[in-house]
Nanobody, 114 residues
Framework: QVQLVESGGGLVQAGGSLRLSCAASGRIFSINVMGWYRQAPGKQRELVAVFTSGGTTNYADSVKGRFTVSRDNAKNTVYLQMNSLKPEDTAVYYC????????WGKGTLVTVSS
């Protein structure tokens, strides 16, 4: 089993920045993917950004150039630096870890006011 603990959400004005963190613990495989998804009210959960253990990243088009995903493999932690935040970025952000199966964090709320 893998446990994920997210932190860093909150309320920010449009144009501001936030940094999310997600620490994984438990049975961690060296080959994995960690990343972030989000779900806005009334919408489906969508990919924001992911980072493989091999160093590959993938971003949603809507966040390219504004968000940066990074990870510290020694700490089994993935980060999401969010800059130039927009009201449409408001959502619950979920951390996801994938090896042979998927594990999800409980989510952290990000609210961007206009």
């Amino acid at each position: 089993q893998v446990q994920l603990v997210e932190s860093g959400g909150g309320l920010v004005q449009a144009g501001g920045s936030l940094r999310l963190s997600c620490a994984a613990s438990g049975r961690i495989f060296s080959i994995n993917v960690m990343g972030w998804y989000r779900q806005a009210p009334g919408k489906q959960r969508e990919l924001v950004a992911v980072f493989t253990s091999g160093g590959t990243t993938n971003y949603a088009d809507s966040v390219k150039g504004r968000f940066t995903v990074s990870r510290d493999n020694a700490k089994n932690t993935v980060y999401l630096q969010m800059n130039s935040l927009k009201p449409e970025d408001t959502a619950v952000y979920y951390c996801k870890y994938t090896d042979y199966k998927d594990y999800w964090g409980k989510g952290t709320l990000v609210t961007v006011s206009s």
